[in-house]
């Protein structure tokens, strides 16, 4: 009888009673049948009474995507998904939540869904929050707050679906062109089907005063979500943009296939950081969000600049790369993140660097955390083109073990074409020893404690870059999923 | 009773090391633990301290009013017992100062008492480390990352001057120290000397025991004490070694 040294760390880490999001709410919806096909398509855009040209949109990357095969070439493995057994379209009833006639304020919300984001700490009834927030249930935005506020500086902050109709120029000239319908099989299928999401614009000089945000919630069983985002930052402006997002604890996968896009001009700078909170299943598998997401931001200008902080503790597979294409001279590039696996999760992420424009500069700091049984992946490109004169990249994974039951894995691709650049890569991979938890325990810290010190420690450098509550809500969020035992 | 250990035997993967360990320690007293290589001491000091790969499977350890072997090794940490270990483990990314403000604050909790604020913990952190003449960035740095093996083991005996332990025990605190560090950590050692507080000191050396003048010395070997004596003991091995005490115990 061979008994190892991590057996009770792996049992800890088993268990999952603490997805305090897993919480569902009951409340009228109308919610399509199951199935997809040009009706589907047709029937999403007649929901939200879509202009033609973005119905053609739609049916043109639904015929490109019906010729793509599924990806499977990520270290996450998933059985092949049936695309038929999903609803494309769900939203709570209430007249006021529709699309075309937006409630300005939270009290038109339907009350069990505003009842479900209070229980999240989401500030939808525009109350004293330093912040704005866009509330997306399902497949619609049903809460924009401070929109009169933002609108006396010129942002405009609404949701996708509105900004098809009252900013169709806008949408027309940014949809599309960074990341294009035929990218990627995920991203077609969102190019088809997005339900909605938030578009965000800052105009030429502007600061945006506050962090904008949006909070994604999944409640439907079986309903995809698929969120499209644009975020345009004019010349000289400066935004702080959050993601934060949760589902109810399912027995069935739910799927996830979210597109971002944002475009930097010159001299502006863009912080887009993500709180990953989806549903990462139970530990037989049984579960959890397939979260397949494409975000790329293009830094148009000189000088432009374009940070991605990104701490993802949750989804059954993440299958997620945020992408910087430096075109404009001297434009900075940032990705920073925090990835942690537990019990069966699968995490492949990382980014894409491209390097076109002189002088550009990229920082890539990965810092990955397996736990359980779970398998963690870095997969990162940096791309220096010939013209990328003087282009730099210093990239820096780690990657932690937590238990002997997970993996960790690093991928990084680099593609120089121009002997000017430098680039630099580190990686290293730790484990979680005995050893110290022993050290830690016998000055009286208790293991779980010992162990978010640890993981906390090892996040650090991450953590700093995103905004302070929700650093703290990361580091809140790490000590849950790694926790599930006390309490 | 302080601390009774009673026929202690201890194996770990099949292979007993610990066979039949007796002794007893009353406040205030430092018993030095000596021997060869591989005779159990390390073992000693972690079945005390509470590290589960070891299997305890026959004996009784009471401390104070406890039955020791059926506590966590973090519940024994609170009730008094301290480790100061052979080979101090690094903690990348955890600076000194949260993981003592951390571990101190657990045994407040576990006392009853509230938790200390970061400006008191600095500042009662600062007056001891001053004592083991230890830098104040040594509090920002990663636990033991970096460290040279002597101020590993001063940042042990640090530790030990925080959490005030009732029970502390030295495995090879003086290894690899050179002789002003051990001056300095024996130094630290005698000002925590007091009626309540006992020492078990393993060591290889009289050097250490010059300074902190033990008790009692015991001799370790193949899982047993085969002698006790007092600080006398200690010269007569410096002298001597080991082999005519395991000749004379393998002939018995
Ligand atoms: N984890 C372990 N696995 C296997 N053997 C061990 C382990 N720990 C200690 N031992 C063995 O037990 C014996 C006693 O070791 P130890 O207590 O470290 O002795 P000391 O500290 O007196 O040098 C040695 O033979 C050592 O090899
Ligand atoms: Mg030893």
Redesign the interface.
């Given at each position: 009888m061979?008994t190892t040294?991590y057996e009770?760390i792996n049992d800890i880490l088993a268990k999952n009673q603490h997805y305090k999001e897993g919480f569902h709410t009951q409340t009228l919806v109308e919610t399509f049948a199951k199935g997809l096909n040009e009706d589907v398509v047709k029937a999403i855009s007649a929901k939200k009474n879509e202009p033609q040209w973005m119905l053609d949109f739609r049916l043109k990357a639904f015929r490109h995507w019906q010729t793509m095969p599924e990806p499977h070439w990520a270290k996450a493995e998933y059985e092949p998904i049936d695309y038929q057994d999903y609803s494309y379209y769900s939203a709570p009833e209430c007249g006021s939540c529709a699309t075309d006639g937006q409630a300005e304020s939270g009290s038109a919300v339907d009350p069990e869904v505003a009842k479900a984001f209070a229980a999240l700490g989401v500030p939808i009834d525009d109350s004293d929050a330093n912040i704005a927030v866009d509330a997306i249930f399902d497949s619609v935005s049903v809460s924009t707050t401070k929109r009169d506020q933002l609108e006396k500086l010129g942002i405009i902050f609404c949701s996708f679906s509105e900004a098809v109709q009252d900013h169709p120029e806008l949408v027309q000239r940014y949809l599309g062109s960074v990341v294009p319908y035929h990218d990627n099989f995920f991203a077609a299928l969102n190019s088809a089907v997005a339900s909605d999401g938030t578009f965000v614009f800052i105009p030429e000089g502007v600061r945006c005063p506050i962090d904008l945000s949006t909070y994604f919630r999944i409640n439907e069983a079986k309903t995809g979500q698929f969120e499209r985002t644009i975020l345009i930052a004019e010349k000289g402006s400066y935004i702080s943009y959050i993601e934060g997002c949760s589902a109810p604890i399912r027995d069935t996968y739910q799927l996830h296939a979210a597109v971002v896009e944002v475009i930097v001009h010159e001299d502006a700078e863009v912080k887009y950081s993500t709180v990953q909170n989806w549903y990462p299943g139970d530990e037989d598998c049984q579960g959890g969000i397939l979260n397949f997401v494409t975000k790329r931001g293009v830094c148009e200008g000189r000088n432009a600049k374009l940070s991605w902080t990104q701490a993802e503790t949750g989804s059954a597979i993440t299958w997620k790369y945020p992408s910087c294409i430096l075109k404009g001279d001297n434009s900075i590039g940032e990705f920073y993140s925090v990835a942690l696996t537990n019990r069966r999760q699968q995490a492949d992420t990382g980014t894409k660097m491209i390097h076109i424009g002189k002088n550009t500069r990229s920082t890539i700091i990965s810092k990955g955390l397996s736990a359980g049984k779970s398998d963690n992946t870095y997969r990162g490109l940096v791309k220096i083109l010939p013209g990328a004169e003087g282009a730099r990249n210093f990239t820096q994974c780690d990657s932690m073990l937590i238990g002997n039951q997970c993996g960790a894995h690093t991928f990084p691709y680099i593609e120089v074409q121009n002997p000017t650049a430098q680039v630099e890569h580190e990686a290293t991979t730790?484990r979680i020893?005995?050893?110290?938890l022993?050290?830690?325990?016998?000055?009286?810290?208790?293991?779980q404690?010992a162990i978010s010190?640890?993981v906390?420690?090892?996040?650090?450098e991450v953590f700093k870059e995103l905004p302070l509550e929700f650093a703290q809500e990361a580091e809140e969020l790490l000590a849950i999923s790694l926790e599930g035992s006390v309490g | 009773m302080f601390l009774n250990i009673e026929n202690l035997h201890a194996q770990v993967e099949d292979k007993t090391i610990l066979k039949g360990i007796n002794l007893r320690v009353n406040p205030g007293e430092v018993h030095a633990i000596m021997g060869p290589n591989g005779s159990g001491k390390s073992t000693l000091s972690s079945v005390l301290a509470g590290r589960e790969d070891y299997e305890v499977n026959a004996g009784e350890i009471r401390f104070l009013d406890h039955d020791l072997l059926e506590m966590d090794a973090d519940e024994r940490a609170q009730q008094g017992v301290f480790l100061a270990f052979q080979y101090p483990v690094e903690i990348p990314g955890v600076s000194n100062k949260l993981f003592m403000h951390t571990a101190l604050n657990a045994k407040r909790a576990a006392e009853g008492l509230p938790a200390l604020d970061m400006f008191d913990f600095e500042q009662l952190a600062l007056e001891k480390m001053k004592r083991l003449e230890m830098s104040p960035i040594m509090l920002e740095r990663s636990v033991n990352v970096g460290f040279s093996g002597g101020e590993k083991k001063r940042n042990d005996i640090f530790q030990m001057a925080m959490l005030e332990p009732k029970l502390c025990i030295m495995d090879e605190t003086d290894s690899g120290l050179d002789i002003d560090a051990l001056r300095i950590v024996a130094n630290g050692v005698n000002a925590l000397r007091s009626n309540e507080r006992s020492f078990i000191v393993v060591t290889h050396y009289q050097r250490l025991l010059d300074h902190i003048k033990p008790d009692f010395v015991h001799v370790l070997y193949d899982g047993k004490i085969i002698k006790s004596g007092g600080f006398e003991l200690a010269q007569e091995l410096e002298e001597r070694g080991y082999d005519h005490l395991i000749q004379a115990y393998e002939k018995v």
């Open positions: 061979q040294q009770e730790s020893g005995e050893d110290q022993f050290y830690c325990q016998q000055r009286g810290i208790s293991e404690d010190m640890i906390n420690g090892f996040c650090k | -």
